[in-house]
């Protein structure tokens, strides 16, 4: 796979903390989906998480180089978490299409977070034109 784009982000949990204390479930259910609110909110320091989610969905943007442009929601942009706890990018509805029209196949995040920022990290990776294919060798056993 190639990369296709970087991209970071940072933010700071009070002003997440805020944002979530002024507008309640407005913002929530503007910026993360139901999944990421229900995640979150299990945590016992939620407003890092949901700092932490706030900074991926904008690093996933940066990384496929669009940024906000028309089409793309908040909630398009899903971080979830595999068996083992790690992030996983899934995007859904204009952002998939907008991802998928670049050659995108799939997105790398890494997020972190303290008490005061959040930070993640994302690389999108060309999707594979074609499957895996096992490479021949010739009977001198130097690849075709």
């Not at 320091?45 to 991926?56: D, I, N, V």
């Not at 594979?128 to 096992?134: E, I, R, S, V």
């Amino acid at each position: 796979m190639r990369i296709i784009g970087i991209g970071t982000d940072i933010t700071e949990c009070p002003r997440i903390g805020r944002m979530i204390l002024e507008h309640g479930e407005q913002f929530l259910m503007r910026v993360y989906t139901e999944s990421e609110i229900g995640y979150c909110n299990s945590r016992k320091l939620s407003t890092e998480h949901f700092a932490g989610r706030w900074a991926a969905k904008e690093a996933v943007l940066k990384a496929i180089g669009t940024g906000w442009i028309r089409g793309i929601k908040w909630t398009d942009i899903e971080i979830r978490n595999e068996t083992g706890g790690a992030p996983k990018v899934q995007l859904h509805g204009g952002t998939r299409d907008i991802a998928e029209s670049l050659g995108v196949g799939e997105i790398l995040i890494s997020i972190s977070h303290c008490r005061t920022y959040a930070t993640a990290y994302a690389i999108a990776m060309m999707a594979d034109l074609q499957p895996a294919q096992k490479r021949q060798v010739r009977h001198d056993d130097e690849p075709v």
